[in-house]
């Protein structure tokens, strides 16, 4: 479980302006030497009196912040504006189900904050099957895991641990090549360690849009060469389920794929999840003018050609793992096309790719809990593990 702090204070108003600066010095220290955190919101609750919420990754990352204070001249700087601590608390944050129960944890499996994943358990005392989840969001740190809930529940009901994952985005330090890479080959490969009751050897993998590269790029990490990212993985996994993917990242590269730079304050699109760091945003967007993937990779496909080689999944094509494509038909941010190339590409070199259209399926549809294409994933995957079963018991 992630650890959530509560600290209320009071700011004298002249000095309203240099407490927010000097909070915007502090978060960048917390990035840089604070092991666990995950983000802060700061709320204003009297014409004096501050809310500040931080969330840590875990209760001894928590613990850790405390001791080390002011330690460094941003996070000092940021106590010095406050005339009065009101109350510092802390408590535990629940993702809870419908059913109004579920087994989750927080687990870092790195030192950075976004090297951390939600490891959601089923009834039962194991060794349960368990999805690596992916999110999307164009690899930044705009977006985290949490827009993956609705379907963790539903395949944590059907008996599935569910493993879901944060990584290093672009917006962050680490975040692009190779950080991105390694925190999703680290996460996958963390899997049999997470807790005795998960099994290890029954891993499968899902992602959706961004996450949905990651995902198929997992399926053929055995393919990629020594010394680059994801190379020699320790867990291979049953299969990998791709939802709106985007699967040719030189096409992408090309097309100058990425969201544009609009007012983040404007009415979302229906079912798109709201941005988790839109302050991020303005930084991200202005480094942006050739698309998102120049950030992801450090350039454009003619400068590092052989980081587009090894990251995108229609140049891999190989590695043995089957793979669902799943795309909606209406999808007006990632074009069906990437999909549909892969999975011919992979096709040809004899790998098990399955391509499935879902007819009228926006971006953001193929997440839907009760659409037709998450009811084809859960099937498939489902389907992966029995197979899976039925060779052990030959």
């Not at 700011?11 to 802060?40: H, Q, Y």
């Not at 390694?182 to 009751?197: I, N």
């Not at 699967?247 to 794929?257: I, M, Q, T, Y």
């Not at 990251?311 to 094509?317: G, I, K």
Request: aromatic residues 8%; charged residues 25%; contains cysteine.
């Amino acid at each position: 479980m992630s650890v959530v702090e509560l600290t209320r204070f009071t700011v004298a108003p002249e000095r309203t302006s240099e407490m927010l600066e000097a909070r915007g010095e502090m978060l960048a220290a917390f990035r840089k030497d604070r092991r666990g955190f995950m983000g802060a919101k700061l709320v204003r609750v009297a014409d004096t009196t501050w809310l500040d919420i931080v969330e840590w990754a875990d209760a001894q990352a928590y613990d850790e912040s405390r001791a080390k204070g002011g330690n460094l001249p941003g996070i000092a700087a940021f106590f010095a504006t406050i005339d009065r601590l009101v109350s510092a608390d802390s408590g535990v944050r629940y993702d809870d189900a419908e059913d109004g129960r579920r087994d989750v944890r927080t687990i870092a499996y790195g030192p950075e904050p976004s090297q951390v994943g939600e490891l959601y358990l089923p009834e039962g005392d194991g060794p349960f099957p368990v999805v690596v989840m992916v999110h999307g969001g164009w690899w930044t740190a705009l977006y985290d895991r949490r827009q993956s809930l609705p379907v963790v529940a539903d395949l944590v009901s059907r008996g599935f641990a569910v493993w879901n994952i944060e990584y290093r985005r672009i917006g962050e330090p680490g975040g692009g090549w190779p950080g991105t890479f390694d925190d999703m080959a680290a996460a996958v490969d963390v899997v049999p360690h997470l807790d005795p009751c998960v099994d290890g050897s029954r891993v499968l993998v899902v992602g959706h849009s961004a996450g949905g590269q990651l995902a198929a790029w997992t399926a053929h990490r055995s393919a990629l060469p020594d010394g680059v990212p994801g190379a020699r993985p320790r867990v291979k996994p049953l299969g990998a389920v791709t939802l709106a993917g985007v699967l040719d990242l030189v096409a992408a590269d090309d097309a100058g794929l990425g969201p544009l730079p609009a007012d983040l304050d404007a009415e979302p699109t229906a079912d798109e999840p709201l941005p988790s760091h839109p302050e991020l945003w303005a930084g991200v967007a202005s480094k942006m003018s050739e698309g998102i993937t120049p950030l992801l990779l450090g350039g454009r496909v003619a400068e590092y050609g052989e980081r587009y080689a090894a990251a995108s999944p229609v140049l891999l094509r190989n590695g043995g793992v089957p793979v669902l494509v799943i795309h909606g038909t209406a999808d007006d941010i990632i074009p069906p096309e990437y999909g549909r190339t892969y999975a011919e590409a992979a096709a040809a070199e004899g790998v098990d790719v399955t391509f499935v259209v879902s007819p009228g399926a926006g971006h953001f549809d193929v997440m839907d809990p009760d659409g037709h294409a998450w009811r084809t994933a859960r099937v498939w995957l489902e389907q992966r593990l029995a197979a899976a079963d039925g060779e052990h018991t030959r």
